[in-house]
């Protein structure tokens, strides 16, 4: 209920109108300002009462303290940096969200007593004063709805990420391709580290499947909705013809905790209820453990050693494997974290399944069972089709290189206000 609130009135009202006062070459009439700016602090009003401030400042305090006491040791970034980076960034999103509810709060009491003013006054040139301002402020609580969205506890988490060539051939493979590179893009514009676990070359050209690691808070709190199929139609240049092809891609987007890692989920992928931080916990019994030699063009030590591990999961029927690394121990560590990530994922598509959020399903990898339509000939547009969100003719290189971040939003913005209703 709250953030679909947030999203009508925010949303299509307050964005809509920030973007039109913004491309306006002449300023509003008088009173067009004046009923617009009474919408907006309307708007703002309601946003800043039903996120419930005064509790969420509480929450966020405690946790940044608790996460500066944690990093002032200085143990931890020598044992585990990985950790220990990631728990830094959550500190600052934590920082971040807590000066904008205190600047936005502060802002609009500033702006209130303003608009109180012109009303009383009937003064234009304080409405020409106040409309700037207002406009900025309508910025601020949009970053503040966002950064609200990312509250599950998985969301602060790492992120693997999952693409895998569907129906298509050589021109899926080279799809699949041309996603991986472009979450790849998108990570490193965001600072996040990126790992390759594992992947299958195709075998003329691009990818049959390959799985990322990407080490970052957050990252699969903004990433975790690009999970499903992904639909390319253009001119194919293995094509001699020069015909137009439609290709398909999955991908599938899980939580990645670290190698000891906690998680604050109640009963979430096995871990221990009752919403206290616990590991994600694997019975050693439930597993079977295969070595095997690594496939590859081979080379000093792939081939030659049974380095690569593939780990089933016995009660879930899960099956995980890794073979990038050189040591078979360590490609069991990483399989082992793969294997706590899907565990726990598994547990919450469940969970969303039996809300009727259908969002979460992986269907065949196909026709008309896409999430998101990468249209480039004859013209060019990228248009998710669940929340409507689309990018025309001069973007869509830009998100092929990695622009996602509007896309995300929009994903986040309609499925959190979905399952807050």
């Not at 900025?136 to 506890?153: F, H």
């Not at 092809?245 to 905790?257: E, G, L, N, R």
């Not at 089709?385 to 509007?406: A, I, K, N, P």
Request: charged share 25%.
């Amino acid at each position: 209920m709250l953030f679909s609130t947030l999203r009508v009135l925010s949303r299509r009202r307050i964005l809509v109108q920030t973007a039109r006062w913004a491309s306006t070459t002449a300023p509003p009439t008088a009173a067009a300002l004046q009923s617009s700016i009474r919408d907006a602090f309307a708007d703002i009003r309601n946003a800043l009462s039903l996120v419930n401030q005064g509790e969420r400042l509480k929450t966020a305090d405690a946790q940044a303290k608790e996460l500066v006491k944690e990093l002032e040791d200085a143990d931890i970034w020598t044992k585990d940096y990985n950790t220990a980076s990631r728990k830094q960034q959550q500190l600052s999103h934590l920082q971040k969200q807590t000066s904008l509810l205190h600047d936005i709060q502060t802002s609009f009491e500033s702006l209130s007593e303003l608009a109180s003013l012109a009303d009383s006054s009937g003064d234009s040139e304080l409405y020409d004063e106040l409309f700037p301002e207002l406009v900025s402020l309508k910025k601020r609580a949009d970053e503040l709805t966002k950064t609200l969205l990312l509250s599950e506890p998985a969301d602060a988490s790492g992120a693997y990420i999952e693409v895998k060539a569907g129906s298509g051939g050589t021109e899926a493979c080279d799809w699949a391709g041309i996603l991986s590179r472009m979450y790849t893009r998108w990570a490193q514009a965001h600072d996040f580290p990126v790992t390759l676990v594992d992947e299958t070359l195709g075998e003329v050209a691009g990818i049959r499947h390959r799985m990322l690691r990407v080490d970052g808070a957050y990252a699969y709190g903004y990433a975790q909705f690009e999970t499903g199929i992904h639909r390319l139609v253009r001119m194919s240049p293995f094509d001699a013809a020069g015909q137009r092809h439609t290709s398909f891609a999955s991908v599938q987007v899980s939580p990645y905790f670290g190698e000891e890692d906690e998680v604050d989920e109640k009963g979430g992928g096995g871990g221990k209820s009752g919403g206290a931080k616990s590991l994600v916990e694997i019975n050693p019994s439930d597993l079977k453990i295969t070595t095997m030699r690594s496939s590859g063009a081979g080379g000093q030590h792939v081939n030659k050693t049974e380095s690569a591990v593939r780990i089933t999961h016995i009660p879930s029927g899960l099956v995980v494997a890794c073979q990038q690394e050189r040591s078979q121990a360590r490609n069991r560590t990483v399989a082992i974290s793969l294997l706590k990530s899907r565990l726990f994922d598994m547990e919450r598509l469940k969970k969303a399944r039996a809300k009727n959020a259908s969002y979460t399903n992986l269907p065949e990898i196909s026709w008309g069972s896409q999430i998101r339509s990468y249209t480039l000939q004859p013209y060019q547009l990228i248009k998710d089709v669940r929340t409507g969100y689309e990018v025309g003719t001069g973007g869509v290189q830009s998100v092929l290189e990695g622009e996602l971040d509007g896309f995300m939003e929009a994903g986040l913005r309609h499925f959190r206000a979905t399952s807050s209703s």
